[in-house]
């Protein structure tokens, strides 16, 4: 079962998070969607006799660390790529499709334990991305943000440059769901979904690696699968 000291840290997102909010009695429309989700997401967690990696049987189960999801306007959405950069990019939707894109099919795995096989995803590989920017031979870091306000992730450019690290805009051949992250989330296909940040605005190029946002709660910031301080082999969730 759960470490205590661990679940104290927070778990990318356990139940904790779940009952914390339903505690509150969490009132509105996209608390109330969240909470739904998160009901499921308790009642798979609680079923008698899991052992290892859960397979998600239903799919994805869907996290946001802000009880919602951000909205967007498609015509006014901007990836802003920054930093120790030759060039400043802020790419609008057009700007991103227009780029070479990369088709890869892969596991997606929570490092709470639940994994979901094969999935298909197309967008531009980071490091096609980063090519366009020029980054500057001391930019060594990445800092990726997240327009929910609150997420967080990093890379390091050796990391960044890998070809299973993707700057995803479709998932099963559909562009990806607001839930999912749309218009543009990361898939960090070698590491725990954490890494994958939804909803991503921001690539901020710079010397050092900012930890993320459940990095600062004691998660590994190299975040391999199966190679980290993740707990796939524990039925957590
Ligand atoms: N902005 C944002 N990105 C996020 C998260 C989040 O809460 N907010 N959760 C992360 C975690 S812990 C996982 S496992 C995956 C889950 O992806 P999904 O919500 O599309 O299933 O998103 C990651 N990216
Ligand atoms: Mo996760």
């Given at each position: 079962?759960?470490?205590?000291?661990?679940?104290?840290?927070?778990?990318?997102?356990?139940?904790?998070?779940?009952?914390?909010?339903?505690?509150?009695?969490?009132?509105?429309?996209?608390?109330?969607?969240?909470?739904s989700?998160?009901?499921?997401?308790?009642?798979?967690?609680t079923?008698?006799?899991?052992a290892?990696?859960?397979?998600?049987?239903?799919?994805?189960?869907?996290?946001?660390?802000?009880?919602?999801?951000?909205?967007f306007?498609?015509?006014?959405?901007?990836?802003?790529?920054?930093?120790?950069?030759?060039?400043?990019?802020?790419?609008?939707?057009?700007?991103?499709?227009a780029?070479?894109?990369?088709?890869?099919?892969?596991?997606?795995?929570?490092?709470?334990?639940?994994?979901?096989?094969?999935?298909?995803?197309?967008g531009?590989?980071?490091r096609?991305?980063?090519?366009?920017?020029?980054?500057?031979?001391?930019?060594?870091?990445?800092?990726?943000?997240?327009?929910?306000?609150?997420?967080?992730?990093?890379?390091?450019?050796?990391?960044?440059?890998?070809?299973?690290?993707?700057?995803?805009?479709?998932?099963?051949?559909?562009?990806?769901?607001?839930?999912?992250?749309?218009?543009?989330?990361?898939?960090?296909?070698?590491?725990?979904?954490?890494?994958?940040?939804?909803w991503?605005?921001?690539?901020?190029?710079?010397?050092?690696?900012?930890?993320?946002?459940?990095?600062?709660?004691?998660?590994?910031?190299?975040?391999?699968?199966?190679?980290?301080?993740?707990?796939?082999?524990?039925?957590?969730?």
């Amino acid at each position: 079962m759960q470490e205590q000291g661990t679940e104290q840290k927070g778990t990318p997102v356990g139940r904790r998070v779940v009952l914390g909010i339903m505690g509150l009695g969490a009132a509105g429309v996209l608390a109330g969607r969240w909470l739904s989700e998160g009901v499921s997401d308790v009642v798979a967690s609680t079923a008698p006799g899991l052992a290892g990696v859960i397979p998600a049987a239903g799919g994805f189960r869907v996290y946001t660390v802000t009880g919602g999801y951000p909205g967007f306007d498609p015509a006014t959405y901007r990836l802003n790529v920054t930093g120790l950069v030759q060039r400043d990019l802020s790419l609008t939707l057009d700007d991103l499709a227009a780029l070479p894109q990369t088709q890869m099919t892969k596991d997606f795995q929570c490092v709470t334990g639940w994994r979901v096989q094969d999935v298909p995803w197309s967008g531009v590989l980071l490091r096609d991305l980063l090519a366009a920017a020029s980054p500057e031979p001391d930019a060594i870091a990445l800092r990726l943000t997240s327009f929910d306000g609150s997420y967080t992730e990093s890379l390091t450019m050796e990391q960044a440059v890998r070809d299973d690290m993707l700057v995803a805009t479709t998932m099963y051949g559909e562009p990806i769901e607001l839930k999912h992250g749309a218009p543009v989330r990361l898939i960090a296909a070698p590491m725990y979904g954490y890494k994958s940040i939804k909803w991503l605005d921001g690539i901020e190029l710079g010397r050092k690696v900012e930890p993320g946002y459940w990095e600062n709660l004691g998660y590994d910031v190299d975040a391999w699968v199966g190679q980290s301080n993740g707990r796939s082999d524990e039925p957590v969730v």
